[in-house]
């Protein structure tokens, strides 16, 4: 049978309720038009999962994925050494200086924005998120953005985020997002290589721009695009985890206090829960490279693997009390690159982990701090409650925050 209306019905909790029902760290399902695919979970199934040697991407990304999330030719259906260098290109945008300027640059959004939300009676916090997240990433990326375009260019970048989960309207407007933040895109990859519009040499449009392949060919202008929306695009996501972030601090008041008064130790770990805690990535999913056997299942070449992204998060056998929001836990974590793995997990250089995981631990902790240290707000009553079941999700009513004013 096709589970993809299971998958859809039941959301995040489609892999681990069948895990716990079958008390296995595996089990064969059919989604996505009647294709087999293996589901995996855990620590263990993380080392399988990034082993290159029995793994590959190209072909793995379902047709619908590839039109609104991730877009045609980019570096996560990639393999081998043409990954490696690709893949070099995004990790060489992450040092640590880089990462500072970025952190100032949202900085400086949020406090722009808070001024203008002090003359508000309220305002939805999880699209006001978006709209700084989408300016801080233009501004990192080299990407001009009129103030006339910031609502329809968020709102593309946020419709391909969207479109994850979902069939009907919903893909489709992550498809008509992504064609016109391509076309933006490639227009403006253009103009940097014909000298029309000038960017510094250190920012990332640049630094794409002028990439070259293994062959030492620059890239066609629409897979520079498909690249450069891979920094845009994520940039933007990060709002989720900081609406999420907003909702913990409310939800558990005693973080807040602690938060406030305890040192970056704290907030450190309150970052990582938010992000192990709350749902984003739900699953990813890799071909099987050769045949082989694992824990007494054979894995045919070609077969489909899905491995439980947030399973692997709320599991008992990693986690105690795995459903309850508490920071601390990290104090005591070895940092295994297995057990932890919103972002994906095993190398960053060699293999599929999100390339802008130190990124997105450094604008959530940047973006937390200023909620809790320069503003003050009131959260009114709302419908606070997000869906298991939606992907991605957020909570329903958007944080809708009043009285807002900078300390
Ligand atoms: C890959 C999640 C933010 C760039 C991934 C993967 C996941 C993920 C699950 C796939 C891992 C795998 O398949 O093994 C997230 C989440 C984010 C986030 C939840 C938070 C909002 C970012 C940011 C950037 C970024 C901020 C860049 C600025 C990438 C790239 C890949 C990737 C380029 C592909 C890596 C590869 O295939 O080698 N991300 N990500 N992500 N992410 Fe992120």
Excluded at 98 to 109: F, G, N, P, Q, W
Excluded at 256 to 268: F, I, S, V
Excluded at 364 to 376: E, G, K, M, N, V
């Amino acid at each position: 049978m096709d589970h993809s209306v299971a998958l859809l019905r039941e959301g995040y909790r489609f892999v681990p309720n069948r895990l716990q029902r079958f008390r296995s760290d595996i089990f064969q399902t059919r989604m996505m038009g009647g294709q087999k695919a293996l589901c995996i979970s855990g620590k263990q199934a993380a080392e399988l999962f990034y082993d290159n040697e029995r793994f590959k991407r190209q072909g793995a990304a379902p047709k619908r994925i590839k039109e609104s999330l991730f877009g045609v030719g980019g570096v996560q259906g990639m393999d081998g050494e043409a990954h490696r260098h690709r893949k070099h290109l995004f990790m060489s945008l992450m040092t640590k200086e880089s990462l500072k300027k970025i952190a100032a640059i949202c900085r400086e959004k949020w406090q722009q924005s808070a001024t203008e939300w002090e003359t508000m009676d309220s305002i939805e916090f999880f699209p006001e998120a978006e709209k700084i997240m989408c300016r801080t990433a233009c501004e990192w990326v080299g990407v001009p953005l009129w103030a006339k375009d910031l609502s329809i260019r968020t709102k593309d970048l946020s419709d391909m985020i969207d479109a994850f989960g979902a069939t009907g309207p919903r893909h489709w407007k992550g498809r008509v997002g992504r064609n016109r933040a391509e076309k933006w895109i490639r227009d403006i990859v253009e103009r940097v290589r014909n000298d029309e519009l000038y960017v510094e040499e250190t920012k990332p449009l640049y630094v794409v721009a002028w990439h070259r392949d293994l062959h030492g060919n620059l890239l066609d202008t629409q897979t520079a695009a498909v690249e450069i929306l891979n920094l845009l695009r994520p940039i933007v996501a990060i709002a989720r985890f900081v609406t999420f972030g907003a909702l913990a601090l409310y939800d558990f008041p005693q973080t807040r206090e602690k938060l406030t008064h305890e040192d970056g130790q704290y907030a450190k770990w309150f970052v990582q829960e938010v992000r192990r805690y709350y749902p984003f990535a739900p699953f990813t999913g890799a071909l099987t490279a050769i045949d082989f056997d694992w824990q007494g299942y054979h894995f045919k070449k070609d077969t489909l693997v899905i491995l439980d992204i947030y399973g692997t998060n709320h599991s008992p056998e990693l986690w105690s009390e795995p459903n309850r929001f508490k920071p601390e836990r990290f104090k005591d974590w070895q940092g295994s690159p297995f057990d932890f793995i919103p972002q994906g997990g095993g190398d960053y250089d060699r293999g599929h982990r999100c390339a802008g995981e130190w990124l997105t631990i450094e604008l959530i902790q940047t973006s937390l701090t200023f909620l809790t240290q320069d503003l003050s707000y009131e959260v009114p009553p709302q419908d606070l409650s997000y869906s298991m079941t939606r992907i991605p999700t957020h909570p329903k009513s958007n944080f809708i925050m009043e009285n807002i004013r900078v300390k």
